[in-house]
């Protein structure tokens, strides 16, 4: 009686179990709809705003090398500015009053000029000839060729007059205004312009920064972790040092800025903004994710592997060494890889330490001032000009290819070596 009653009962509630079930599940749906909508969502704007950066407008002028202006024995001082709008006036002759003169000039980059230059340094035989050359506009003639600058609005609502719009417009006529892939932003620094603004010196920066990063924090982490793992006895400081790992991993990475600030900035007067501090710091952060990640493959590996070894006569350093770490090492490139790529990102301690400098140059060394890829979308991002909104974008693109590589090598390391016991 009492079974059946039971039986009952349970029978009774299950239409309403049933719906909370199904009721769980559409909740779980829902979150998951809503995480790649708003996903989707930021990547389309970030490409949106973005991918336009690769190309860039480019004007053709017809430059008169004159050696007038121009002497062999002075070539890399030259009014080489003065080359551009002498051309630019040859251009449009009508042109004849100061005002519209500027206006004129300001239809090509200022570093037309640097450009000539390095045409004449490069070849000083096209001094007295007539060269075709294709130099950088404007950013706002780039900005109107690629719809950001509407030009259906009032003349005082817009940075382009209507007659620079009519010079826009013969130039495309004839030929002499094209959009063309930006290999600028590919090859240099940054700049105040941002035409001339490139993203080469922040990822050189990056590079030289993960190299230290790599070097310190892999060999350090895997050393940490096979002892804590291997050989540590366990008692209340090695459950101390264990507890203190995983407080490590959650600390905001502001706050080891900060340490590398006090000592590796201000006690040991290192460089600052150089990728040998950056990549100090970031060591730091990286280390508890690469010794957990580490401990776990350690963990992943059988003691019968461990047992086998000792039982042929192996010693224990022996044992983990030709038997254990093989094992796990792809593990331990997975973790390593994923705090790589998450330093790779970091923006915060990089800001503590300086390098958020402007840096115009190259990098070339561990010590050379420079700023990182995060850091240069930090500080573009800032920037009052439409033409850094677009390169804004475009910088968080190229550093979100490299962060879905990292991973993606994570994974395909981790499926190609991985062994299930």
């Not at 209340?236 to 000592?263: H, M, Q, Y």
Request: charged letters at 20%.
């Amino acid at each position: 009686m009492r079974k059946q009653r039971a039986i009952d009962i349970v029978n009774k509630s299950l239409p309403q179990r049933y719906r909370s079930e199904r009721l769980f599940k559409l909740y779980g749906i829902a979150a998951i709809v809503a995480s790649i909508a708003f996903l989707s969502l930021l990547f389309i704007s970030i490409f949106a705003n973005g991918y336009s950066a690769f190309w860039q407008t480019y004007i053709q002028l017809e430059v008169h090398f004159d050696p007038e202006i121009i002497e062999q024995d002075s070539l890399a001082t030259a009014d080489y500015q003065g080359l551009v709008k002498q051309t630019l006036r040859s251009m449009f002759p009508s042109v004849k009053n100061r005002r519209d003169k500027r206006q004129l000039y300001g239809l090509v980059s200022g570093g037309a000029a640097f450009q000539l230059r390095e045409a004449a340094l490069n070849d000083p035989k096209i001094i007295g000839e007539t060269q075709s050359i294709w130099v950088p506009a404007d950013d706002d003639v780039d900005m109107l060729v690629k719809g950001h600058i509407k030009r259906d609005v009032p003349e005082g609502e817009r940075r382009l007059k209507d007659q620079q719009l009519n010079w826009i417009d013969m130039l495309t006529s004839q030929g002499k205004l094209e959009k063309r892939i930006n290999k600028i932003f590919f090859s240099v620094g940054d700049s105040r312009e941002p035409e001339l603004a490139g993203i080469w010196g922040a990822v050189m920066g990056s590079f030289f920064t993960l190299i230290v990063t790599l070097l310190l924090s892999f060999p350090i982490g895997v050393a940490a972790a096979v002892y804590l793992e291997e050989f540590a006895a366990k008692n209340r400081w090695t459950d101390l040092i264990e507890i203190n790992i995983n407080n490590l991993a959650a600390v905001p990475s502001i706050v080891f800025g900060l340490l590398g600030l006090a000592v590796f900035l201000n006690f040991f007067n290192l460089p600052r903004s150089a990728p040998i501090v950056g990549g100090l710091v970031l060591t730091l952060m990286t280390l508890p994710t690469i010794i957990i990640a580490s401990r776990s493959a350690l963990q992943s590996v059988p003691p019968s592997i461990r047992e086998a070894a000792l039982g042929v006569g192996a010693s224990k350093m022996q044992m983990v060494a030709h038997h254990v770490l093989p094992l796990a090492l792809p593990g331990m490139l997975t973790g390593t890889i994923i705090g790589m790529a998450r330093a790779l990102g970091e923006t915060a301690p990089l800001l503590m330490i300086g390098m958020v400098a402007f840096i115009v140059d190259i990098p070339g060394s561990l010590t050379d001032p420079s700023t990182a890829l995060p850091v240069q979308v930090y500080l573009w991002a800032d920037s009052p000009e439409r033409a850094f909104v677009e390169r804004t974008s475009a910088a968080i693109i190229v550093l979100l290819a490299f962060l879905i590589t990292m991973n993606a090598a994570a994974i395909l390391l981790r499926k190609k070596f991985e062994r299930r016991w």
